[in-house]
């Protein structure tokens, strides 16, 4: 069959009339675009610059085979086959011909990076006109590279110009004034907008068309008189106000220019978004504001597209240690498959949403069930909840997943993270709906602590009276829930393929999730809990320093002798800088004894350094972080109570300072020749300090042996203790001394 890089010449075809080339092809969708190949010639098409048309996959694999449409493929032209070293001058420097043809290759990557957008553009979001407006171009140019560069077959020398084409600049004044106004007839022409009438007409639509809401013609009056204007008002001591003296027609824009231009001005498709503007930017944003990501809600098969979402569960908890005391608020997550609706992963989880969270949620959502219930002491066989994987897409909010400690989760994981737009719910309205069938279910089953709505009065004390239920409990039901769901409710509204219903396929999710298992295997992975966990820590960076990695999100230090023998820390900054080196490291929030330092693609194992291991060895973040926070206090408290000891010190060392300056000041001044060097001098203390340490240790032996200290006259007295000459009667004491020596 054809690809990319092929010729689709017609041959009696009923779906082509000229031959074409491929721009893009979607298989899952049975579409592909194709364009017209011949631009010059005899057989030169009549719109080279218009976008790739759609033609259906299927109709053109039938023509081909049956030989109405001939494959052939694309050829270069001569100047276009140069290899890449011959495209410098004598100066080493670029030939002009090729840094256009790289000018144009970096907007065509920047097309390519809106992948099927560039195709399907949402409503007012054309790919085309985005880049137009970041590299200041024309939509038709950008349009024209873009399909040159697919006629080449997506080679970058096919973007490369005629030899010396675009290296004239144009004359001056050529400009094209475009459309003559009606005014023309009597010799008003207008003029063309330049840069200054855009700056001065996008302040004034922001200012007072869409901030301040006045009417189109105010906003243009207010326009007219402060920017185009000969001489500018005054206003006179007495209150009286002169008007400008204003620009003739001729030399400022009209209200026509005023009111066309505006949506270009406000980044807005037409002039009927920019009335959206003019209301509440919440309202707006909801119902125009486009994602952050990109998604395909149409999922093919089970674990293309999951979608998950967190709020605070309506019932009210209870403590395992004290049923009559209440918990805060618990946050229910839940992940649901967009193929087959079923319930992929239902967590509960203390407190408020955090990432900290919503990974366990994501964790026990892709990991098998028969653990995650055995945690929850429920007994599953696999054919209880089968339902689970790693998917391909995963839809949520910016919540937990818009930010750096996140991610984890398209790095390590390999899911493609896809976020819904703000203030709309619908677009994650699985996981919307999960909550009010789980709130109406707590309703039904009477389940203690429900928070009922509109209840009045006292009555509202009734969820905490009655609750009795912990958070285990509470998961339990939950996870019995996800089972029921799954395998016995039918589904009015749900989207199965004609194909499903030929089979005899039920509306019962577990069934079309068992059919698109069974017929479209190729989006689940599977991966075992421990890569699977460590693959959604939380991401953080260290700093690179001789004895040990600083956390800079925690403050935390520590070492890794792996690293350090491999020589990464001996030399910690940057070539030719003065910053440090860094790592990407992986920690949990409620341990900092260990993280796992990512180091050449690898993760080894970091410990906290000695200081911190005995201060913080088994704190968690949040304890850490209080740590810190009292230890600072202490130190304020300690340093505010001895700082008198402080001054008492400096005025002591300062009194022994100044006594020796006195005492160099008294003594009279000898010659240079008198003076003794400095061996000289300290020859005489040295031999004092010996002496002085003899006589120590020699007072430090006769207290051992119970002999009185000897008086000072026996300093010369050969025959004292310790002394390498005497008389026979003390060689027992000398033999005593020896042996104690040795053992010294």
């Known amino acids: 069959m054809f690809n990319l890089n092929s010729l689709l010449i017609p041959d009696d075809s009923t779906a082509l009339e000229e031959t074409m080339c491929v721009a893009e092809i979607f298989p899952k969708r049975d579409c592909v675009f194709l364009l017209p190949y011949f631009t010059s010639g005899n057989h030169a098409t009549k719109n080279p610059d218009r976008k790739p048309q759609k033609y259906k996959l299927s109709s053109l694999c039938e023509e081909i085979k049956t030989g109405k449409i001939i494959l052939g493929k694309i050829k270069l032209e001569a100047f276009k086959e140069v290899p890449e070293e011959l495209n410098y001058d004598r100066k080493g420097e670029l030939l002009p011909s090729i840094v256009e043809r790289d000018r144009r290759f970096e907007i065509v990557e920047a097309l390519l990076t809106y992948k099927d957008e560039l195709?399907?553009?949402?409503?007012?979001?054309?790919?085309?006109?985005?880049?137009?407006?970041?590299?200041?171009?024309?939509?038709?140019?950008?349009?024209?590279?873009?399909?040159?560069?697919?006629?080449?077959?997506r080679l970058k020398n096919s973007l490369i110009t005629s030899r010396g084409r675009h290296c004239t600049p144009p004359a001056s004044g050529t400009k094209k004034r475009g459309r003559p106004r009606k005014t023309a007839k009597v010799g008003i022409i207008g003029k063309n907008v330049d840069t200054?009438?855009?700056?001065?007409?996008?302040?004034?639509?922001?200012?007072?068309?869409?901030?301040?809401?006045?009417?189109?013609?105010?906003?243009?009056?207010?326009?007219?008189?402060?920017?185009?204007?000969?001489?500018?008002?005054?206003?006179?001591?007495?209150?009286?106000?002169?008007?400008?003296?204003?620009?003739?027609?001729?030399?400022?824009?009209?209200?026509?220019?005023?009111?066309?231009?505006?949506?270009?001005?406000?980044?807005?498709?037409?002039?009927?978004?920019?009335?959206?503007?003019?209301?509440?930017?919440?309202?707006?944003?909801?119902?125009?504001?486009?994602?952050?990501?990109?998604?395909?809600?149409?999922?093919?098969?089970?674990?293309?597209?999951?979608?998950?979402?967190?709020?605070?569960?309506?019932?009210?908890?209870?403590?395992?240690?004290?049923?009559?005391?209440?918990?805060?608020?618990?946050?229910?997550?839940?992940?649901?498959?967009?193929?087959?609706?079923?319930?992929?992963?239902?967590?509960?989880?203390?407190?408020?949403?955090?990432?900290?969270?919503?990974?366990?949620?994501?964790?026990?959502?892709?990991?098998?069930?028969?653990?995650?219930?055995?945690?929850?002491?429920?007994?599953?066989?696999?054919?209880?909840?089968?339902?689970?994987?790693?998917?391909?897409?995963?839809?949520?909010?910016?919540?937990?997943?818009?930010?750096?400690?996140?991610?984890?989760?398209?790095?390590?994981?390999?899911?493609?993270?896809?976020?819904?737009?703000?203030?709309?719910?619908?677009?994650?309205?699985?996981?919307?709906?999960?909550?009010?069938?789980?709130?109406?279910?707590?309703?039904?089953?009477?389940?203690?602590?429900?928070?009922?709505?509109?209840?009045?009065?006292?009555?509202?004390?009734?969820?905490?009276?009655?609750?009795?239920?912990?958070?285990?409990?509470?998961?339990?039901?939950?996870?019995?829930?996800?089972?029921?769901?799954?395998?016995?409710?039918?589904?009015?509204?749900?989207?199965?393929?004609?194909?499903?219903?030929?089979?005899?396929?039920?509306?019962?999710?577990?069934?079309?999730?068992?059919?698109?298992?069974?017929?479209?295997?190729?989006?689940l992975q599977e991966k075992s809990d421990r890569q699977l966990y460590l693959s959604l820590l939380e991401v953080g960076t260290l700093t690179v320093h001789k004895t040990h990695f600083h956390l800079q999100e925690i403050g935390t230090n520590y070492y890794c002798e792996e690293i350090r023998l491999q020589k990464y820390q001996d030399k910690p900054k940057m070539p030719n800088s003065q910053t440090h080196k860094t790592l990407p490291c992986r920690y949990i929030r409620s341990g900092l004894s260990k993280i796992l330092i990512e180091f050449k693609g690898e993760f080894y194992v970091g410990l906290l350094t000695r200081t911190h291991q005995q201060?913080?060895?088994?704190?968690?973040?949040?304890e850490f972080n209080e740590?810190?926070?009292?230890?600072?206090?202490?130190?304020?408290?300690?340093?505010?109570?001895?700082?008198?000891?402080?001054?008492?010190?400096?005025?002591?060392?300062?009194?022994?300072?100044?006594?020796?300056?006195?005492?160099?000041?008294?003594?009279?001044?000898?010659?240079?020749?008198?003076?003794?060097?400095?061996?000289?001098?300290?020859?005489?203390?040295?031999?004092?300090?010996?002496?002085?340490?003899?006589e120590r240790f020699e007072g430090a032996l006769n207290q051992e042996h119970g002999v009185p200290p000897a008086s000072n006259d026996n300093h010369g007295d050969s025959s004292r203790i310790g002394a390498p000459y005497g008389d026979d009667s003390d060689d027992d004491i000398d033999d005593e001394l020896l042996s104690l020596m040795e053992e010294l």
């Open 615 to 622: 201060e913080c060895g088994k704190m968690s973040v949040s």
């Open 119 to 153: 195709f399907y553009p949402a409503r007012g979001k054309s790919p085309i006109r985005i880049v137009a407006k970041q590299f200041n171009t024309t939509k038709t140019c950008v349009q024209r590279y873009l399909n040159t560069f697919f006629r080449g077959g």
């Open 196 to 523: 200054n009438d855009i700056a001065v007409m996008k302040k004034i639509a922001k200012r007072d068309f869409v901030g301040n809401g006045l009417s189109l013609k105010k906003s243009f009056s207010n326009l007219i008189k402060e920017h185009y204007y000969i001489q500018k008002g005054s206003t006179a001591p007495d209150g009286t106000e002169t008007e400008p003296t204003l620009l003739p027609l001729t030399d400022r824009v009209s209200i026509n220019q005023f009111r066309d231009w505006m949506p270009k001005l406000l980044d807005c498709p037409s002039m009927k978004e920019v009335h959206a503007m003019r209301g509440q930017k919440v309202v707006y944003e909801a119902n125009n504001a486009g994602r952050a990501g990109h998604s395909e809600f149409e999922a093919d098969g089970p674990g293309d597209i999951w979608m998950m979402d967190s709020t605070e569960i309506d019932v009210e908890l209870v403590s395992p240690a004290s049923r009559q005391a209440r918990i805060s608020r618990a946050t229910l997550y839940v992940v649901r498959d967009a193929f087959s609706r079923s319930i992929c992963g239902i967590y509960l989880a203390y407190g408020k949403a955090s990432w900290k969270e919503a990974r366990l949620a994501l964790f026990h959502a892709i990991r098998n069930k028969v653990e995650f219930a055995k945690e929850y002491g429920l007994n599953l066989t696999d054919g209880d909840w089968a339902e689970y994987g790693m998917p391909r897409v995963l839809l949520v909010d910016n919540e937990e997943f818009q930010n750096k400690i996140s991610a984890s989760v398209g790095k390590d994981l390999g899911l493609e993270v896809c976020y819904s737009r703000a203030y709309r719910g619908d677009d994650k309205g699985l996981s919307e709906s999960s909550f009010n069938m789980i709130h109406a279910m707590a309703k039904n089953e009477k389940i203690p602590g429900f928070r009922y709505k509109d209840l009045i009065g006292r009555n509202r004390n009734l969820p905490m009276r009655a609750s009795c239920l912990t958070l285990f409990e509470m998961q339990q039901i939950l996870i019995i829930y996800a089972i029921y769901h799954n395998n016995h409710i039918w589904k009015d509204d749900f989207p199965i393929e004609e194909s499903a219903l030929k089979a005899s396929v039920n509306r019962v999710c577990r069934e079309y999730w068992d059919w698109g298992l069974k017929n479209r295997n190729y989006y």
């Open 627 to 694: 740590w810190k926070d009292e230890l600072k206090i202490q130190k304020d408290i300690f340093e505010g109570e001895h700082i008198k000891n402080e001054h008492d010190f400096s005025n002591s060392v300062q009194g022994v300072v100044g006594k020796a300056k006195k005492a160099k000041e008294s003594e009279n001044i000898q010659p240079q020749s008198t003076v003794p060097s400095k061996s000289e001098a300290s020859a005489p203390l040295i031999e004092e300090a010996d002496k002085t340490e003899r």
